[in-house]
């Protein structure tokens, strides 16, 4: 077992374990938008940061890839604790204006205007790199990729053309914390990165509702038959 301080009280945890983890356990409200429970985290976006003494040390740590240690003192809401993360929710708003999970959280810091020039082309994407990882590690297709330099960066299909492995599934939307990823579900089709899917109708309801392409994704993975996986979760 490890022992250190969380803002003055005692706590334990395991070896190995994350800050983050421990310190939300403990009752800390810490902000995060690139952690997810299921992914973990690749400390994209620093909203998590904490402050963290050892000695005469000190030190500011990204609390979702930090693991704890015996004999810290960590404060989740210092001064400069929260000056750094307005400063990022600053910058998240001068990136992105059109977010409301952003003003939300900037506005729960007193972050309601930025000093910066506002983006215009960057729509809600904070680069945070869940949709990705989600791709990757849940679905296992990697559809999208980050592409570009500095300003250019950008979350895209690769050569920003509709992927040939991209299946549907919207998995990436779902996860993105700011609903930047477009998907639309209309007339037996549903539009995701420039690629347009033909919706499966589940023959009990005739309702629309999965991409074919899914099902038989599904299908080849887990050997499931496709008359199964054509009745929709409601009439199974
Ligand atoms: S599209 Fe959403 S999930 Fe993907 S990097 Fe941008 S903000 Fe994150
Ligand atoms: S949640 Fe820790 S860096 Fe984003």
Known sequence: MVEFKINGKKVQAEKGEILLDVAKREGHEIPTLCHHEKLGSDGRCRLCVVEIHRGSRRRFVASCLYPVENGIDVYTDSRDVLLIRKTILELLLARCPGSDTIKNLASQYGVFDVRYTKDTDKGKCILCGQCIRACESIVGVSALCMSGKGPEKKVTTP?????????????????????????????GYRTIWRKKFELARCPKCNRFHAPIEQLEFISKKTGVDMEELLICQNCK
Do not use: R
């Open 159 to 187: 050569f920003d053309e509709p992927s040939e492995v991209c299946i549907g599934c919207g998995a990436c939307a779902v996860i993105c914390p700011t609903g930047h990823i477009y998907i639309e579900d209309k007339d």
